[in-house]
């Protein structure tokens, strides 16, 4: 069926599904449902910027990210960035799964700034706030003209995803990668299929997402994997986290960081909603780890900081760098936001001596963060 054909502007809900967009957006060209994507509706909006700084005084380890996509159809019930759709006058829950904004001229637009005097070819991260690789990529197809001109411009690019849609571009970002440092990053946080489909309903499933680690190793590129978030009393058992370090171990992963679930307001009251529908056993547990604030008790997270070691070492990963619950018996170290998201070895591009490219990658301090 022809996209151009679907209809424009949302229609009358059926009970139960996302209400309409609150409109109007910036720039909005129209907004689209099909049958291909049924209770999506992606709003087409044309950007006059795509290049974001990241704010002064982050730990994060870049300066510049694009996101051409807002709202994630991945409907990940503990996503971080959930509370950045209210900006946009959506809510923090179904319209985020389900009201999916796309910046239709995010390649044009960025290699026009890619192109200014003032540009200092400051390496880019794509993926920080939603994925770049989500489902409807596959129609929009924004990604290649993103990478090239950024491989072109000669600026560094990382890239972190769930999407197994990335497979597409693995040629194009071996061609990248011969001329600016490329790193690449794949989050995967459990092994159980079941709770996959449950709690990140529209991601493709572990399995999936294991082999695609597999393939970007075999085309020579390297991949590294954020292990967040790892959930409390759902996939943080020793047999959980077993399988999660050996399979991740066995795709040839360059590295990994892993990190308990972080409830940052908008996701918080999403996630414990969702608890109390599927696991109302484990709602009170949830509500006095977490207290009043974003994150688990520092008991907890010493006691998964040496869980998660422990398996570390055991698959092969002790000497990989980058991990987020390191030395917490140091005073310095209480505030749990310097514990956070540890990029993993391949997720971060750096250049080999001699200033040729290189697509092997240091972790480097980073936060959670929402950038769009």
């Not at 022809?2 to 809900?13: D, G, H, K, Y």
């Not at 996701?267 to 969702?274: L, Y």
């Not at 520092?298 to 760098?321: I, M």
Request: charged share 20%; hydrophobic share 40%; with cysteine.
């Amino acid at each position: 069926m022809r996209w151009e054909a679907q209809a424009l502007v949302p229609t009358p809900n059926p009970a139960g599904t996302a209400a309409p967009a609150l409109l109007p957006l910036a720039g909005l060209v129209r907004s689209v449902t099909t049958p291909e994507f049924a209770g999506i509706t992606f709003h087409e909006v044309t950007a006059k910027s795509v290049l974001n700084k990241v704010p002064a005084g982050s730990r994060m380890p870049f300066e510049w990210t694009v996101n051409p996509y807002r709202g994630c159809s991945h409907a990940c019930v503990y996503c971080f960035a959930r509370k950045t759709h209210t900006y946009l006058d959506f809510d923090a829950g179904m319209d985020f799964d389900s009201q999916v904004v796309v910046k239709v001229n995010a390649a044009e637009v960025l290699r026009k700034e890619l192109n200014k005097a003032s540009w200092t070819r400051q390496q880019v991260a794509l993926g920080t706030n939603t994925d770049p690789y989500q489902r409807a990529e596959g129609r929009y197809r924004l990604m290649p003209g993103i990478i090239n001109a950024l491989a072109e411009s000669g600026t560094p690019l990382s890239i972190l995803t769930k999407g197994t849609l990335l497979a597409r571009d693995i040629p194009l970002l071996k061609s990248a990668a011969t001329q600016v440092p490329v790193g690449l990053g794949i989050s995967l946080a459990m092994t159980n299929e079941a709770l996959s489909e449950a709690i990140e309903p529209g991601t493709p499933a572990p399995r999936a997402r294991l082999r695609l680690v597999s393939r970007l190793r075999e085309a020579g590129l390297p991949c590294g994997v954020m292990a967040m978030p790892i959930l409390p009393w759902l996939s943080d058992s020793d047999e959980a986290l077993d399988a999660l370090f050996g399979s991740l171990a066995a795709a040839g992963a360059t590295g990994v960081t892993a990190g308990a679930l972080y409830l940052k307001p908008g996701t918080r009251e999403w996630f414990m909603k969702w608890i109390a529908a599927n696991h109302p056993e484990l709602a009170g547990r949830y509500r006095r780890l977490y207290g009043t604030g974003s994150y688990a008790s520092k008991e907890y997270r010493t006691w998964l900081a040496g869980r998660v070691r422990y398996f570390k070492a055991r698959h092969g990963f002790s000497h990989s760098s980058g991990f987020s619950h390191r030395d917490l018996d140091k005073p310095d170290l209480d505030d749990p936001r310097v514990e956070e998201a540890q990029y993993p070895a391949g997720s971060i591009p750096v250049a080999v001596q001699g200033g040729s490219p290189a697509v092997s990658a240091a972790s480097r301090p980073g936060v959670q963060d929402s950038l769009f």
